[in-house]
DNA sequence: TCGTCACATAATAAAATGCTTATATGGTTG
DNA sequence: CAACCATATAAGCATTTTATTATGTGACGA
């Protein structure tokens, strides 16, 4: 197991990234199980592109891998990135936070997919 | 003592605040002990004028007080904050956040204030 | 009382953010 | 092959962020 580096300006790269209410729920969902691109654009109240464009800053911080299956894409949370381990910690502190969670995984409705 | 209300919202409002490393140094330093702007901008290499902006974010967002004596304003975190338990937790995930803080409070290198 | 010190505020400019609509892409299905 | 579906990318735009320089303010000390 490799030792991690990090620097506090990495971490600030994170906390900015959870900066968003968007990114931040779209995180704790996947820190709760997989999930397909379709989940985000049922749950969050913006158009398809928006949250794309979300994703492709996940994406750039390498906070999340992709599996294709058929129509969808399904992402998770990347257990190679040097973020992995703090994410679930980070999540933790958030007070309610499962209880969004749960109501956000509850909202994606679709029956073909996940 | 109250319940803390807080939603995902708010919860990404202090991730956005400490998506800055310069803001994330000082609530680490505050998170140790009492600054002084002074200190502040003896750390950070930017103009005074720059720190001062990042200290009014921190205080919209209700984060920290202050306390003056003399020439100096002494800053704290803000004990009534809803984030103020959440804080230190935060910290703590960050690797090596400790070593980043000694260095820089090291750094602060005035005799006749702190 | 006048200059100085720590700090805040204003004004401004450059860059980044986050949405929108329109369009492209690549696998799937008929 | 052709239409379709999930998703990505491009382009445009308003807003926010973060720095800089210049200036204001109020406490302190000679």
Redesign the interface.
């Known amino acids: 197991m490799e030792k ?1 580096k ?4 990495q ?11 968007t990114r ?2 779209m995180i ?1 969902m996947m820190n709760e199980r997989e999930c397909c691109v379709c989940d985000f654009t049922d749950c969050f109240q913006m158009s398809q592109p928006a949250v794309s464009q979300h994703l492709k800053k996940l994406r750039t911080l390498g906070l999340i891998t992709e599996r294709k299956e058929g129509y969808w894409t399904h992402l998770s949370l990347n257990k190679e990135s040097p973020f992995y381990d ?1 994410i679930p ?2 999540i933790a ?5 499962d209880a ?1 969670v749960a109501f956000l995984i509850a909202s994606c409705s679709r029956e073909d997919c996940c």
Do not use: C, N, Q, T
């Open positions: 991690i990090m620097d506090i300006g971490a600030a790269d994170l906390f900015k990234i959870m900066g968003d209410r931040l729920s704790a703090m910690e980070l502190v958030v007070p309610d936070a969004h």
